[in-house]
């Protein structure tokens, strides 16, 4: 089985095996720290009855468990590089 999914005019074939190696490989310090926050949040925000704060720590649980976002490097890579403009004439 197959899952295939539409990006752009290309299509990108996943073998059904994708989410478990994204789930037990490439674990950091981060990672761990965002799963472990975002279960923290959950179980906390649960017991005071705040249903907003449940929906953010379950956001901050599958970044780590899943290894998206900042909890897979992006935000720290410095990919994001932020060139002056050099267009701009004073």
Known sequence: ???MA????ASIIKSPDFM???????????RRAFLFMGLWMII???LEGQWLGIVLGL????M??????CAAG??????CEIRPDTNHKK
Do not use: D
């Open 20 to 30: 478990k190696k994204r789930i037990f490989t490439g674990w950091t310090w981060v």
């Open 74 to 79: 992006n935000c720290f890579s410095g990919s």
């Open 44 to 46: 906390q925000t649960a």
């Open 6 to 9: 539409e990006v752009g005019p």
């Open 59 to 62: 956001w901050l649980a599958i």
């Open 64 to 69: 780590g468990l899943f290894g998206i976002g």
């Open 1 to 3: 089985m197959f899952i």
